[in-house]
């Protein structure tokens, strides 16, 4: 077979990965290698550092616009790549702000190696455009039960962000009150923020990039959060090399996640859907982070006020998520009792006439069977069949919804002869059944009734030339039979077809009579 031309460029396509990422990742290792063994001078491995974050913010930015060019890219996936690229780019201005700095100060400081107030900037900047990005990505969560799920798994994944996020960060109290918001402001309420904004996108019902993607993004994030916490302590015990290559490998789980999706866009996905088996365990996975949290605050620095930071977490946590699982469980319940009604409806629909609400013949026969099949001895049971008389010139003078309309009041007419109990059947196009439980004398009491019912005449509103109403009248012809002792008989089709056998005597006597036999 000779490939096609879409084949041949397919394959001509470059990929996201292959040897570049590899040669890419190898020219990585020994820089890496370098910051962390602490080897050679301070200002060159402050140097190859920032170079690393050069290359990385670079992959970021490239990577998040070819996932945006990709034709299979969906709306939302491009909207949020497109905010990620302008981001890398910011980020490498950033990095090229910082790279002059370093290389034109005489003296590398602690302060201009961990970065200056203008490549601080340009991170907040970027961080906010992704931010923002996220916040104004609609939900598009359908029904208002998921919108109370979202709402409510929204607010666990903030719990447990603010405990963590206020615990880690260690908020100090300064001096004033506005020292002490200033400290939130830009600690934990900057970390809540950015988790409101991928926690809304993430728990949505569109999701903008992949599953692995969406993965190392979280890992990117937390990374950088952990890296918060413990950096002071690093810069404390001269680990300032570490620091730094755990700054390159957090921005570099960002490069990964952007290549990951440009992988998963050049399969031909679009927009991918949240999945819910995947989102149920948010929030038993918000109970364990902030009971582990608890734990630990617990076990290494006592109650002190840390602790009861992370103790109101873990009990305002746990409280949400139960609220969430009652809500599951009432949806659940409600959604059972939905599936019996909707049940009941179709079992109705399977074995009722729609025309005239009676049991059709599926049901007539389950239920003769039944019947045949539990009588006693002492039991006597009764099987009448009808036609009608007369209603083919009804159907053809007047129209078949005129003949619907005969139907329709017919089938009344026949539920009123019969007892609370008995069976009232539409079998075929004119013809009815009644199975009905009693006495031998029963049987002539109804049948007659039947057909006194039957040969009342039908109104019909409107039917004549001068839309006056006029009335029409059908007859039945009914055979019966009344079975003494039901067991014998070989089942309900033996018995029907007796009933047929009267039935046709009694339309040879003529319009309106009715024939009983014994069996």
């Known amino acids: 077979m000779i490939p096609s031309v879409t084949t041949l460029r397919a394959a001509a396509r470059p990929r996201a990965g292959g040897a570049p990422a590899l040669l890419a ?23 190859l550092a920032w170079v690393l974050l050069v290359a990385v913010h670079l992959t970021l930015a490239v990577r998040a616009w070819q996932v945006v060019r990709t034709p299979t890219t969906g709306p939302a996936t491009r909207r949020v790549w497109r905010g990620a690229a302008v981001a890398g780019l910011v980020f490498l201005v950033g990095d090229a702000v910082q790279l002059v700095v370093v290389a034109t100060r005489p003296e590398v400081t602690l302060a201009v190696a961990v970065g200056v107030p203008v490549q601080g900037l340009l991170v907040l900047a970027g961080t906010g455009v992704v ?54 402001l830009t600690g934990p309420g900057l970390f809540i923020v950015a988790t409101f904004a991928v926690a809304k996108v993430a728990l949505g019902q569109v999701r903008p990039f992949s599953l692995p993607a969406g993965l190392l993004l979280v890992a990117a994030a937390g990374a950088e959060a952990v890296l918060q916490a413990v950096g002071p302590g690093l810069v404390a015990h001269g680990r300032l090399s570490a620091l730094l290559l755990l700054h390159v490998a957090a921005n570099g789980l ?19 859907r949240a999945g819910p088996r995947r989102l149920a365990l948010v929030p038993f996975l918000a109970v364990a982070i902030s009971n582990a949290l608890l734990v630990r605050a617990l076990a290494v620095r006592g ?28 949806e659940l319940d409600r959604a059972l009792r939905d599936r019996d009604r909707l049940a009941g409806r179709l079992r109705h629909q399977a074995f009722h006439d ?18 045949i099949g539990t009588a006693g001895e002492d039991d006597r049971l009764v099987l009448l069949v009808l036609d009608l008389d007369g209603f083919k010139p009804v159907n053809d003078a007047y129209g078949h919804a005129t003949g619907d309309r005969v139907l329709e009041v017919v089938a009344r007419r026949l539920g009123g002869c019969v007892r609370e109990g008995d069976l009232v059947a539409r079998i075929g196009g004119d013809e009815f059944a009644l199975v009905v439980h009693g006495r031998a004398a029963d ?4 049948a007659r009734r039947v057909v006194d019912a039957v040969a009342e005449p039908v109104r019909l509103d409107g039917r004549s030339d001068d839309h ?3 009335s029409v009248r059908v007859g039945a012809s009914v055979g019966g039979v009344v079975a003494a002792d039901p067991a014998r008989l070989t089942g309900a089709g033996d018995l029907l077809h007796r009933a047929d056998l009267a039935m046709y005597e009694a339309k040879r006597l003529g319009t309106g009579r009715y024939v009983l036999r014994d069996v």
């Open 25 to 47: 990742a190898a020219a990585g290792v020994g820089p890496a290698v370098v910051l962390l063994a602490g080897l050679g001078p301070l200002r060159v491995r402050v140097v």
């Open 131 to 184: 931010i923002v990005v996220f916040l104004l990505e609609p939900l598009r969560l359908g029904s208002r039960r998921a919108a109370v799920r979202f709402c409510l798994d929204l607010v666990i994944v903030l719990a447990v962000a603010a405990t963590c996020g206020t615990y880690l960060m260690g908020v100090t109290v300064g001096s004033s009150r506005t020292d002490t918001l200033l400290a939130v």
């Open 254 to 272: 960002l490069a990964a996640a952007a290549t990951v999706q440009l992988a998963h866009v050049r399969t031909g996905a679009g927009d991918g």
């Open 303 to 330: 109650l002190d006020g840390p602790a009861w930071v992370a103790a109101t977490g873990a009990v305002c946590v746990t409280a949400l998520v139960v609220a969430r699982q009652v809500v599951v469980v009432v």
């Open 354 to 371: 729609p025309l005239t609400g009676l049991a059709n013949r599926a049901r007539f026969e389950e239920v003769l069977e039944a019947a």
């Open 443 to 446: 049987a002539d009491v109804v």
């Open 468 to 470: 006056e109403p006029v």
